[in-house]
């Protein structure tokens, strides 16, 4: 936290958003579906890439901010696996601009140790988008602060379903085929996330209501937060103003909310001859 306020001007609204965020709630994963760019550009009679250029910096932000602020992991949705169903200009300008990132950034988040992740089947990806996103991964992988993991030609149910392939592959090879039975911590552990919290926070600019495929299962009891502003405006108040919102929310993951609200004794929810009571 003090490495956040250490770098805004005093008495600014993000100084004092940040200043009213407690650091010992802050979410440790984050995720945010960066959607609006197009319309952006819409507005401003611009072509398409032109919001995708200017969804640049937000990221940047974002990134900074989050690793300031101490959080463990930030998840930034850059390309679904639906996303290839876009004219191959915007596609091309897409790669274009996660060359041009990560070219700029890496040093950056060498210098702010922070540890890139490529999460989706990175494999389908160009071959020299591939390799300057693996050469990334491999540089910063000794990085101990904030994991930044960037969904790309991702989706949420390839995800689960290679997670499961995996499983079945392994038992098949150790012969334990036959008795296999699957849990929750299993799937887990073979998810691209693997060892990362599940997302507390998920952001979603631009207004949609809509989850587009992104961490299914990593958002099981997520906190969603879905803002009106368009992705390349996200400034640093629109993050903090998530985060501000987050602690506000009232958290009980199927339980109950442990103030004031003692545990019901299961015997108190059933009358003298067994029926409920009123
Ligand atoms: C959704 O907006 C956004 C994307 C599909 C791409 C996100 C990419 C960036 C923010 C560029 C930079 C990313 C990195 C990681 C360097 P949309 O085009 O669907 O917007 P619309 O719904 O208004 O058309």
Not at 161 to 180: M, Q
Request: charged share 25%; net charge positive; aromatic share 6%.
């Amino acid at each position: 936290m003090r490495e956040l306020l250490d770098i805004l001007p005093p008495g600014s609204r993000e100084y004092e958003l940040a200043r009213t965020l407690d650091p010992e709630r802050l979410p440790a994963h984050v995720g945010i579906i960066m959607d609006g760019n197009g319309r952006w550009a819409r507005r401003r009679s611009l072509p398409r890439v032109a919001g995708h250029r200017a969804g640049v910096e937000p990221v940047r932000m974002a990134v900074e901010t989050c690793a300031r602020l101490g959080i463990p992991s930030l998840t930034l949705y850059a390309f679904s696996a639906e996303n290839w169903k876009r004219p191959r200009t915007e596609v091309e300008t897409l790669w274009r601009l996660l060359h041009y990132y990560l070219g700029r950034e890496v040093a950056r988040l060498m210098q702010n140790n922070i540890r890139l992740r490529a999460i989706g089947r990175i494999h389908a990806l160009p071959a020299e988008v591939r390799r300057q996103l693996e050469d990334a991964v491999r540089a910063t992988s000794g990085n101990t602060g904030l994991i930044l993991n960037l969904a790309i030609n991702y989706s949420g149910r390839a995800e689960i379903v290679d997670a499961v392939n995996a499983i079945i592959e392994e038992a098949r090879r150790s012969g334990t085929l036959g008795s296999l039975v699957l849990d929750e911590e299993q799937i887990s552990s073979r998810l691209a996330t693997s060892g990362q919290p599940d997302v507390d926070l998920l952001i979603r600019t631009s207004g949609e209501m809509r989850i587009s495929n992104f961490l299914l299962w990593q958002i099981a009891y997520a906190e969603l937060y879905v803002t009106p502003t368009l992705w390349p405006d996200f400034d640093r108040v629109a993050l903090l103003e998530a985060m501000a919102a987050f602690q506000k929310r009232d958290r009980r993951f199927g339980g109950i909310h442990p103030a004031g609200n003692a545990p019901v004794e299961q015997s108190s929810l059933i009358g003298a001859r067994g029926l409920p009571a009123q």
